[in-house]
């Protein structure tokens, strides 16, 4: 079983920037690719960013590609998610995900149905 527990989400205005994170209480932290998604109100939740168990390999939605950037830091079993030129159509409550061990590619990352564990989310307000 994995917890995961996201933190930083905020209003910022348009244009600012905001970085999330996501802390798993797995001790094999490493060995999960692992996910941003976020659901505006009203709408699905959608894929924004993934990155391989290996750290070495990302995917982005093309919404957010250029601004946003993930990375992790195994030794702290923590997810980050940098945003930056944040725009209102970004609002929207950000999970962090984790799928099964060893998982990769973008085909499998970006498909929620492929993540066993999720956050409880974070609230992320761009004010226009």
């Given at each position: 079983?994995?917890?995961?527990?996201?933190?930083?989400?905020g209003?910022v205005?348009?244009?600012?920037?905001l970085?999330?994170?996501?802390?798993?209480?797995?001790?094999t932290?490493?060995?999960?690719?692992?996910?941003?998604?976020?659901?505006?109100?009203?709408?699905?939740?959608?894929?924004?960013a993934?990155?391989?168990?290996?750290?070495?390999?990302?995917?982005?939605?093309?919404s957010?590609?250029?601004?946003?950037?993930?990375?992790?830091?195994?030794?702290?079993?923590?997810?980050y998610?940098?945003?930056?030129?944040?725009?209102?159509?970004?609002?929207?409550?950000?999970?962090?995900?984790?799928?099964?061990?060893?998982?990769?590619?973008?085909?499998?990352?970006?498909?929620?149905?492929?993540?066993?564990y999720?956050?409880?989310?974070?609230?992320?307000?761009?004010s226009s």
């Amino acid at each position: 079983q994995v917890q995961l527990v996201e933190s930083g989400g905020g209003l910022v205005q348009a244009g600012g920037s905001l970085r999330v994170s996501c802390v798993a209480s797995a001790s094999t932290f490493s060995t999960y690719g692992m996910g941003w998604f976020r659901q505006a109100s009203g709408k699905e939740r959608e894929f924004v960013a993934a990155i391989a168990w290996t750290g070495g390999t990302t995917y982005y939605s093309d919404s957010v590609k250029g601004r946003f950037t993930i990375s992790r830091d195994n030794a702290k079993s923590t997810l980050y998610l940098q945003m930056n030129s944040l725009k209102p159509e970004d609002t929207a409550v950000y999970y962090c995900a984790a799928s099964r061990p060893y998982l990769t590619g973008r085909y499998y990352l970006s498909r929620s149905e492929q993540y066993d564990y999720w956050g409880q989310g974070t609230q992320v307000t761009v004010s226009s």
